[in-house]
């Protein structure tokens, strides 16, 4: 064999390893992470279902209660091994009773291997109004369940945050603006409790607005406040008294107008 020849098969065999290198780094193919997070997301919702169901029948104490009828109404809930101390509730008083109104859901956050710890909001009366908030530890599993895994924990009750007030974004009307509007608004809000049909806000509102009067469910009472913003149209907050026709009790309605003017005449296009 010529001696020459041998640099050059030894560059043909460098190139086609390297090819072949290639074509396997192009053909591997990555695990795809979708059914991963597919599968979290899915336990994540059964432990917080678990966890809030749970919480409502763990909170639920009553004094007259045998041990054996709380165990059972905790059983499906609960990891067999634990039941009986998660269920454990002794009672100094037997007329002692607490009632859940209400369990909602704050926070939840996993610690691997399958286990979550939810946090409930639980709204109950026993008999004033109190909440409380209970870390539930959860074992869920997509394919075989979750359950509660341990005795759950009080934690402090958190202040529900301060939602920041975004504003309408556009400067305040005028002052003359406002005060022209103000009996329109009033006449309209009056209109919108008391109206029977449709037509009842014929003078109220702008040509094909979809709005429907409450058909005097509720009576108008007074217009507490007008915040106008804007040049026209106006975008319009009114906060306002209402009475409950079959009770009487008032309660307070914040709502959101879209307002235009024609011809010095306010009309109302739409209510959020």
């Known amino acids: 064999m010529d001696v020459r020849l041998l640099p050059k098969l030894l560059l ?133 369940g979750a359950v509660v895994a341990a005795q759950p924990l009080f934690r402090p009750p958190q202040e529900p945050p301060a939602v920041p007030d975004t504003g309408s974004g556009e400067p305040a009307a005028s002052a003359d603006v406002k005060q022209r509007m103000r009996p329109a608004i009033e006449s309209f809000l009056k209109a919108m409790c008391e109206g029977k049909d449709a037509d009842s806000l014929f003078n109220y509102v702008t040509t094909g607005a979809n709005l429907k009067p409450l058909e005097g469910r509720i009576r108008f009472i007074a217009l507490e406040r007008l915040e106008v913003a804007g040049t026209g149209p106006y975008k319009v907050t009114v906060t306002f008294t209402a009475q409950d026709a079959a009770t009487d009790f008032r309660v307070t309605q914040v709502w959101k107008l879209a307002v235009t003017e024609e011809n010095r005449k306010f009309f109302v296009g739409s209510v959020e």
Do not use: C
């Open 12 to 144: 043909w065999v460098m190139l086609i390893v390297s090819s072949l290198g290639a074509i396997s780094t192009l053909l591997r193919t990555e695990p795809d992470p979708a059914p991963a997070i597919l599968k979290k997301t899915m336990e994540q919702q059964m432990a917080v279902h678990t966890a809030l169901s749970f919480a409502r029948e763990w909170m639920r104490w009553d004094g007259e209660e045998l041990p054996e009828a709380r165990m059972q109404r905790l059983k499906p809930y609960v990891n067999p091994d634990a039941l009986a101390r998660v269920a454990a509730l002794q009672a100094e008083q037997k007329t002692k009773r607490q009632e859940v109104i209400a369990a909602e859901f704050v926070s939840s956050s996993a610690s691997g291997g399958s286990h979550y710890a939810v946090l409930v909001r639980v709204i109950a009366a026993n008999p004033e109004r109190v909440v409380w908030e209970v870390e539930v530890p959860v074992w869920a599993q997509t394919g075989k």
